[in-house]
């Protein structure tokens, strides 16, 4: 049981680039979302899942594309790379809410992060 | 939209002094959620307060969410070096999104 796997860890783009980073979950869950970390700032949504084939955009989902085609990938999409998105990005996901966004019990996963350099 | 502050940013304290940090929304949340970030790591789910004056304690840290539900507090007992990293509250009101205090990074030294 790997949980929240994403790729690649460390990545440098040129502005204008575009390039995927890549989650996957290996627990079935069915919410998965993307956060941006920069310092100061705590984490920011940029886009989240309920579901396959399901997706809405969070706070800051300007400059990204989402796709949610499986229950187990959602890769996040950088159409053409700005220095301001160099940050750290991770991914998460949890169970399907009942009763509330996460029952009692219940963990949410995050992956261990994508260092991402624009310059 | 739903904000969520956290105070205060940075914390230093001596091993053994306690510590807490302060979360606070500005409308009705339906849960909150406390996660431990480690230098250098993701952030890690501690637990979650879903009942209206919840107290819940793991060891040597106490979680409580007011009676009102828009502001919840973290406190550390006898902080040791291992305490250290960013906390983060983070909260939901009636819609999907999770949203993020700013976190308060404590460090200890021995």
Redesign the interface.
């Known amino acids: 049981n790997a949980g929240v796997t994403q790729t690649p860890k460390f990545q440098v783009l040129k502005t204008g680039q575009s390039m995927t980073l890549q989650c996957a979950q290996d627990m079935n869950h069915e ?1 998965m ?1 993307w ?1 941006r970390q920069d310092p ?6 940029i886009h ?1 899942s ?1 579901g396959a084939g399901i997706t ?1 955009q ?2 800051v989902p300007n400059g990204y594309n989402v796709s949610r085609s499986t229950t187990e990938d959602f890769p996040l999409r950088l159409l053409s790379a700005a220095p301001s998105q160099t940050s750290v990005y ?1 991914c998460a996901s949890t169970n399907r ?1 009942v009763g ?3 029952s ?1 019990g ?8 994508s260092w991402l350099t624009v310059v | 939209g739903q904000q969520v502050m956290q105070i205060p940013q940075y914390q230093h304290v001596q091993e053994g002094e306690d510590f807490t940090t302060y979360c606070n929304s500005s409308t009705t949340l339906s849960n909150i959620q406390w996660y431990k970030q480690r230098p250098g790591g993701h952030p890690v789910f501690l637990i979650q307060l879903v009942k209206s004056g919840e107290v819940k304690k793991q060891k040597r840290l106490t979680f409580q969410f007011g009676e009102a539900k828009k502001n919840s507090s973290l406190h550390i007992t006898a902080t040791q070096t291992t305490d250290v990293g960013t906390y983060f509250c983070a909260g939901r009101d009636s819609g999907y999104a999770l949203n993020f205090g700013k976190g308060t990074s404590l460090l200890v030294t021995p």
């Open positions: 919410y979302s956060y100061g700032m705590g984490l920011r949504l989240y309920v809405d969070g706070e991770f809410q509330g966004w996460v009692p219940n963990t949410i996963y995050f992956g261990e992060g």
